[in-house]
């Protein structure tokens, strides 16, 4: 067992701050890997050693495998940590640090691949008897997808098979609609992954999003920490996430949480990992969706509820520790919800906002967190994801909970920039949303309208 005594974090942000306050838990030094606008970051401040990988567009810094490499052999560190997004899920990285006697704070790199072809993941399901959503294998060329459909009816999900995050992903409601649709699900997906195969799969109209953490060690133990429902997303991206899911009984919850177990036994899963599914609530069914083989944004949620620090486990069981504590021993406590903060214009049909923040003052209070890398005069760079923070609060409750995340999202003041915390506010006090009973198409069918009348009539 090699311990890790200083690790290479290989991202930037939000995420980067969290795993240098989780490595400094656990007696750890740090190396932030910063592009050259990162360098004065909040992170690279509070890091122990900052290195410049490169200029600011990702292409050349968070995204060259050997500049990284280099980084972490230059420096001394034992290990790296990708976070999330960048290199996280591509597993050029693992082997790169297997090659070089490195240790990748994540999954082995054949795990990555694996769960990173959305097909052969489907098809491991449906080996194990987990139910799939209904849909094609590989298809390649439009008189494929023409005849699937044939098969399966409209509306579809035209989808790509080595991607995720909302990309090469597009809604076929007819059959003139194909044509088009394919090509651009194709292109998308080859630009986005190098990867244009795509599979379709019917189109469930009130989905639920809901995922299931999970942590895994060399040794074969594993265990999950309960689901985290993911529904309140606007073009596939999410805004709101909250455990335990208002939607599901305690058998569904049982019964989700014990077929991720499944699917992350079967490959033999090490570390951290998200098994995502969808559930139709109209045939009161879920199906796999996909696994993300990373830390998830939305992982405070769980941390929340479980008391459990998930970035540090991580840590550990890369260094070659079992998993601390049985499943049995996990308990999840109260209800935890989380809003993702970003640097977008809701009015604007959420166009980025990057520039100077000028004042930043995130709540405080009983059971609020934050987690960001902004402060007063920080410049949000225009070559990154635009999320500034994320605030989470806990209750025992879920309407104390929406009740303390209204409270604080009233509370926190920012200015320079315009900011998604108005449209966050609006969702909260939505009696729909209070009620329990959105879907992951329910902010562009519905809330959308809801708020751009409410815009105008507060303009005039």
């Not at 335990?244 to 009984?249: D, K």
């Not at 109209?282 to 830390?295: A, K």
Request: proline residues 7%; hydrophobic residues 40%.
């Amino acid at each position: 067992m090699k311990r890790i005594s200083r690790v290479l974090i290989a991202n930037r942000g939000e995420i980067a701050l969290r795993i240098i306050r989780a490595c400094r838990n656990l007696g750890i030094s740090t190396v932030l890997a910063a592009s050259e606008i990162d360098r004065e970051s909040l992170p690279a401040r509070l890091a122990d050693r900052v290195v410049c990988i490169g200029p600011s567009s990702p292409r050349e810094s968070y995204l060259q495998v050997g500049t990284l490499i280099m980084a972490a052999l230059g420096t001394g560190a034992e290990a790296i940590h990708p976070g999330y997004g960048f290199l996280a899920e591509q597993p050029e990285l693992p082997e790169a640090c297997a090659q070089n006697g490195l240790i990748f704070i994540g999954p082995k790199a054949h795990q990555i691949r694996q769960m990173g072809d959305k097909i052969f993941a489907r098809k491991l399901a449906q080996n194990l008897g987990i139910p799939v959503i209904p849909g094609s294998d590989t298809i390649r060329e439009l008189g494929e997808a023409l005849s699937a459909a044939e098969r399966w009816g409209y509306p579809l999900l035209l989808k790509a098979a080595a991607g995720g995050g909302g990309k090469g992903m597009k809604i076929v409601r007819r059959r003139e609609d194909m044509e088009i649709s394919f090509s651009e699900a194709a292109s998308e997906a080859h630009a986005a992954f190098g990867d244009s195969r795509l599979y379709l799969e019917r189109f469930i109209p009130r989905a639920r999003h809901v995922e299931v953490q999970i942590l895994g060690d060399r040794y074969g133990n594993l265990v999950h920490l309960g689901e985290r429902d993911c529904s309140i997303q606007r073009r596939y991206q999410k805004m709101i996430e909250e455990t335990p899911s208002p939607a599901l009984s305690p058998a569904q919850r049982d019964a989700l949480c014990q077929a991720a177990i499944r699917i992350a036994q079967e490959i033999q899963y090490e570390n951290a990992g998200t098994v995502e599914f969808i559930f139709d609530p109209d045939q009161d069914r879920f199906y796999f969706l996909e696994m993300n083989t990373r830390i998830q944004v939305e992982h405070p949620v769980t941390e929340m509820v479980t008391g459990v620090d998930l970035v540090m486990e991580q840590i550990r069981i890369a260094g070659g520790e079992p998993l601390r504590f049985r499943q049995e021993e996990i308990q999840c406590r109260g209800h935890a919800m989380e809003c993702r903060i970003n640097a977008e214009s809701p009015h604007r049909d959420f166009q980025p906002c990057p520039g100077r923040i000028a004042a930043w003052k995130p709540p405080e209070g009983k059971e609020i967190r934050i987690d960001t890398h902004c402060d007063p005069g920080y410049f949000v760079p225009p070559h990154y994801d635009s999320l500034l923070g994320k605030l989470v609060a806990w209750a025992p409750d879920r309407p104390a909970v929406i009740h303390r995340l209204t409270e604080a999202l009233a509370d926190f003041q920012v200015s320079g920039l315009d900011t998604t915390i108005p449209f966050l506010r609006f969702i909260l006090k939505n009696p729909e949303f209070i009620q329990g009973t959105v879907h992951t198409r329910w902010i562009e069918e519905t809330l959308l309208p809801e708020y751009q009348r409410h815009e105008r009539n507060r303009l005039c």
